[in-house]
């Protein structure tokens, strides 16, 4: 069981990441993404943006450098072997793109037992090198109970 | 400015349909793009010890195919502000044919005072649903 005490518990923030250009043209590959803002510069910078556009669930990697620092923690006690992804959002105050440094900031928002499994949601925000917010990113992974 | 007037869009419009092929290779190259390694996305004998019944997608994997059909339609993935899914059911991944993903999308809400609609997207696998509530906001 995960340990209902770590409700509200915020982690300290991850280290800078920095978000390379032929990173987002591997993500957008592998997510099989043909935007041309995702993998043309030119396309991105005609649409507006610095640089290539990141696709909208990139901040899955930021998002993770933040959960690993909660399973490494033992007072939260998540089994990982257990876990399942229950669900997963992304809310942007703009879009992530090349260029872009990010560090997230990670606060368990709830517990909650469902028989012999747990719910952990988890908020992160995503802040660049301004400290201005770009994404929250919200995930709830179900931990299942021993068999 | 995109290309679409949302004056013109009705709820309940269908916006694009496409079919996706994910195959083990498609797997491990989510896994060292995500940095997501979890080997039950590529080892059945792992799986099948964690009690699975073989290889299944990255959820995370099915939710970014999922959006293509939102940034596809809009011509700008930049303008998708909001996307969140739920995971519903598993994408088994066969060694061999590998898993087609069909991912429809259709308009779910307009809303015209912030220029942006809510796009309702359904994604099946083997004619089963496998996102819940799959939603994603996009500016106009």
Redesign the interface.
């Known amino acids: 069981m995960v340990n209902p005490n770590v409700q509200g518990k915020t982690y300290p923030a991850t280290n800078p990441y920095l978000v390379g250009r032929e990173?987002i043209r591997?993500?957008a590959?592998?997510?099989?993404?043909?935007?041309a803002?995702?993998l043309d510069l030119l396309s991105a910078q005609a649409?507006g943006?610095t640089d290539l556009?990141a696709?909208?669930?990139f901040a899955?990697?930021i998002q993770?450098r933040s959960l690993a620092t909660v399973l490494a923690d033992p007072e939260a006690d998540i089994d990982f072997?257990r876990v399942?992804?229950?669900?997963?959002?992304?809310?942007?105050n703009r879009?992530i793109v090349a260029g872009d440094e990010l560090t997230s900031e990670l606060t368990v928002a709830s517990v909650k037992s469902l028989g012999a499994h747990s719910m952990v949601t988890f908020e992160t925000k995503i802040f660049d090198i301004s400290r201005d917010l770009v994404c929250t990113a919200?995930s709830t992974l179900v931990v299942r109970g021993e068999d | 400015m995109t290309h679409i007037n949302i004056a013109s869009l009705e709820i309940g419009q269908q916006i694009g349909s496409s079919e996706y092929l994910l195959t083990r290779d498609s797997l491990v190259r989510y896994a060292g793009a995500s940095g997501d390694f979890n080997p039950i996305h590529y080892r059945d004998d792992f799986a099948k010890s964690v009690g699975l019944d073989g290889v299944l997608a990255h959820g995370m994997l099915t939710m970014g195919v999922a959006a293509q059909v939102a940034a596809d339609w809009v011509g700008d993935a930049g303008r998708i502000i909001d996307y969140g899914v739920r995971f519903t059911k598993p994408v088994w991944v066969d060694a061999v044919d590998g898993a087609v993903l069909v991912v429809t999308g259709k308009i779910g809400e307009i809303d015209l005072e912030n220029h942006k609609v809510r796009i309702d997207i359904s994604a099946t696998f083997n004619e089963t649903g496998v996102l819940g509530k799959a939603q994603a906001w996009v500016r106009l």
């Open positions: 990173k591997e993500f590959h592998a997510v099989k993404s043909t935007s803002v995702n649409a943006y556009v696709p909208p669930t899955v990697v993770e072997s399942v992804h229950g669900d997963q959002r992304f809310v942007y879009p919200i």
